[in-house]
């Protein structure tokens, strides 16, 4: 099966980029949304997903890989939602801000565009492409 590609956001203030460096490996966890839920259980080890900074910074700083998948969130005591593990692979050169996501054109039917209270979402190989592009690499 083909890499897909992810955007995860959390909240810089509660676990930030840095954070996840620190710990060198890091479990996403606490998603109560069924979409974001469906995409987590949808991911497969080696996929990859950039780091988005909400609420503070609103931009893509960062790429991760799933390192750990189909797992049972370990903050859900009904064990109904998912979690996966994520290892960080780099920081992006530039950080892409919603802001110039929603200006390109090319990245008009984004996911996070359409849904912006969506915490976990599936990147398109093009749009993963445009935003490495406008990161500087």
């Known amino acids: ?3 897909r590609y992810w955007l995860m956001k959390s909240e810089p203030d509660a ?3 840095d954070d996840l460096v620190k ?3 890091g479990t996403w966890d606490g ?3 069924h979409r974001a839920a469906n995409n987590l259980r ?3 080890v080696g996929d990859e997903a950039f780091f988005y900074h909400s609420n503070i910074g609103l931009a893509v700083v960062g ?3 799933v390192s750990e998948a189909g797992l049972i969130d370990p903050t859900d005591p009904e064990g109904k939602w998912a979690a996966v593990k994520v290892t960080p692979v780099r920081k ?3 950080a892409v801000t919603l802001k110039q996501i929603k200006a390109d054109p090319a990245l008009a039917d984004i996911e996070i565009v359409k849904q912006s209270r969506l915490s976990v979402a599936e990147i398109r190989p093009e749009e993963w492409a445009r935003i ?3 990161a500087g690499g």
Request: no cysteine; proline share 0%; net charge neutral.
């Open 1 to 3: 099966m083909a890499k």
């Open 15 to 17: 676990y930030g980029w």
């Open 23 to 25: 710990q060198g490996e």
């Open 31 to 33: 998603v109560r949304n």
């Open 42 to 44: 949808a991911m497969e």
């Open 63 to 65: 790429i991760m890989e």
């Open 92 to 94: 992006l050169k530039r």
């Open 132 to 134: 490495i592009e406008m």
